[in-house]
């Protein structure tokens, strides 16, 4: 398991890298590396791990060789979260093991509660994992689950806006707002919407 191979995937402010040991039709197990590090924490421990396995290193957004979130955006645990998910959807994985080192089991430990059905182990490295208050835990799995889903499925649908007409743009932004006037939705029009050849 000495050899390795790079891997990028897209999002949509760049990509998220990885490394991986192993024969892709392995068992698949996800590495999160810590706080400030990098996908290079697991390169002494994983060819002492068990062969049969296919291990993805992952550098979060903004560590190893992964794009930094643009300008002025935070980190928050929850964005790591995401960035797990998206990695997952893009290896095509239904199922994992989940290992996480330190800041990485917290995200790790996130992730198994938002979604169980997804891990089928969950090994920590230095950490508690994740923990929360008994009385936040039904708010937690409904929100939040939900608002990375609806992201992910936003990003995937995103296609080349659509060019109208300006009467059949003002038409939809109507239709859209029952409340605004037809002299209202012109002029918010004049700022909202861009003229491209197509319409």
């Known amino acids: 398991l000495g050899m390795f ?11 998220v890298a990885a490394k991986a040991w192993g024969l892709s039709e392995g068992h698949p197990v996800l590495c999160l590396h810590g706080w400030l590090d990098n996908a290079n924490t697991f390169d002494k421990l994983i060819p002492l791990l068990p062969r049969g396995c296919y291990y993805v290193a992952m550098d979060f957004s903004g560590h190893g060789l992964s794009s930094h979130r643009p300008a002025g955006c935070p980190y928050h645990f929850l964005d790591y979260v995401t960035d797990v998910r998206r990695v997952a959807a893009a290896l095509q994985w239904r199922r994992f093991t989940l290992m996480g080192h330190s800041m990485g089991g917290a995200v790790a430990g996130m992730f198994c509660f938002l979604y169980p059905e997804m ?9 508690l994992g994740f923990l929360l208050a008994p009385e936040d835990t039904e708010a937690w ?3 939040k689950r939900r608002v990375i889903d609806r992201l992910l499925s936003l990003e995937a649908k995103q296609q080349t806006p659509k060019a109208r007409s300006p009467e059949a743009a003002l038409q939809r932004l ?26």
Do not use: M, Y
Request: hydrophobic share 40%; net charge negative.
């Open 5 to 15: 191979s790079e891997l990028k995937f897209p999002v949509p402010w760049g990509h």
């Open 174 to 199: 109507l239709e859209a707002n029952s409340h605004l006037t037809a002299e209202g939705g012109a002029i918010l029009l004049q700022r909202g919407a861009t003229e491209t050849p197509a319409g």
């Open 119 to 127: 891990v089928d182990k969950l090994i920590l490295l230095e950490s």
């Open 141 to 143: 799995l409904k929100s």
